[in-house]
């Protein structure tokens, strides 16, 4: 079965410092990947996601993630962290079925991060 | 667009009794999702519907936990009777296409509490 792990529960920086949040899955074949953030009080939004191309992927607000096949990752990335950045992140990972239907979108446990101004 | 539409916000109910969460899609999306939210076992895809047909509900944890998907808009979850252990947040998103390469939005949730 497929599964989605985010190795790190919470993460705690300071304003400015770099950003890497780990993602590694376990499915084989053909994935589609995505990482959504839950800011405080809200729903999820996407943030980026991968489905084919450049393996370096730039979302919003300055996030950019790298899908390494080789290593099963979608680690998120972010050069300098703001106090607004302060949320949960999740990676995603969907079997790419392009001939049916979407099947089932296997979601990590969430990163949180705290970030201090 | 409003948005996936999702009431009530916050639920808060006894043992035994029956609740009902709604969602409403995006206006012209074709698939829905439910999707329920623990502390303890992160984000959980409970069923998903592509054209109002249920897809996959190997999610739904027992019988006691019902969906519906009545037009293209609009969908319930229902848990009869309802346990301390549902409480969770509960979370609706639909997509355009159904496709695998689409994005899924989500609505706001609902809190929900089982006392």
């Known amino acids: 079965a497929q599964s989605v792990s985010q190795h790190n529960h919470h993460v705690i920086l300071s304003e400015a410092a770099s950003l890497e949040l780990g993602c590694n899955y376990s499915?084989?074949?053909?994935?589609?990947l995505f990482w959504y953030v839950q800011y405080p009080g809200q729903h999820l939004q996407l943030l980026l996601k991968y489905f084919s191309g450049d393996p370096l992927v730039k979302g919003i607000k300055g996030f950019e993630a790298e899908f390494i096949k080789s290593k099963f990752s979608f680690n998120l990335r972010k050069p300098s962290v703001q106090w607004s950045d302060t949320a949960e992140y999740f990676c995603a990972v969907i079997h790419a079925n392009y001939g049916g239907s979407q099947g089932n979108l296997i979601f990590g446990k969430g990163t949180k991060l705290s970030v201090k101004p | 667009d409003a948005g996936v539409i999702q009431s009530p916000r916050h639920e808060v109910t006894e043992m035994g009794q029956e609740v009902t969460l709604r969602c409403k899609l995006i206006?012209?999306?074709?698939?829905l999702f439910w999707y329920r939210q623990t502390m303890m076992r992160g984000l959980e895809l409970l069923i998903y519907f592509n054209n109002n047909v249920p897809i996959d509900d190997s999610g739904m944890p027992e019988d006691r936990f019902s969906a519906k998907m009545p037009n293209a808009s609009f969908s319930t979850l229902k848990i009869q009777p309802s346990e301390p252990r549902d409480s969770a947040v509960y979370f609706c998103a639909s997509n355009p296409t159904g496709l695998a390469t689409d994005t899924q939005y989500f609505g706001p949730g609902t809190r929900l509490t089982v006392l």
């Open positions: 206006s012209g999306h074709n698939s």
């Open positions: 499915y084989g074949g053909t994935v589609n």
